[in-house]
């Protein structure tokens, strides 16, 4: 699978910013999808995943992220509200076939800057 990330740029803090990430290859329909960010100086970070209708969060992004899926397109996305400096990072989207197996194809990054 090969996963195309897109939609990062500049927003002020308290803006919103979609994401989104396409798959080729192989439909993932059924696969674990999810989406990592690395701030500069740090390691990458969990952000938020949606496999079978559960979603799991990073406490920091609860009730702000959220993952949505369009399998008739092999895409995802991740919708940021109300966005912090903090958020500041590279996103990266990832796949893996179910939560048994490691993330196995990632995105190329997308960078998103949150600053007035």
């Known amino acids: 699978v090969q996963l195309q990330a897109s939609g990062g740029g500049l927003v002020q803090p308290g803006g919103s910013l979609r994401l989104s990430c396409a798959a080729s290859?192989?439909?993932?329909?059924?696969?674990?999808v999810g989406w990592f960010r690395q701030a500069p100086g740090k390691e990458r970070e969990f952000v938020i995943s949606s496999w079978s209708g559960r979603t799991s969060y990073a406490d920091s992004v609860k009730g702000r992220f959220t993952i949505s899926r369009d399998n008739a397109n092999n895409t995802f996305h991740l919708q940021m509200n109300t966005l912090k400096p903090e958020d500041t990072a590279v996103y990266y989207c990832?796949?893996?076939?179910?939560?048994?197996?490691?993330?196995?194809?990632w995105g190329q990054g997308t960078q998103v800057t949150v600053s007035s």
């Open positions: 990832a796949v893996r076939y179910n939560l048994r197996t490691e993330w196995s194809s």
């Open positions: 290859g192989r439909t993932i329909r059924g696969w674990v």
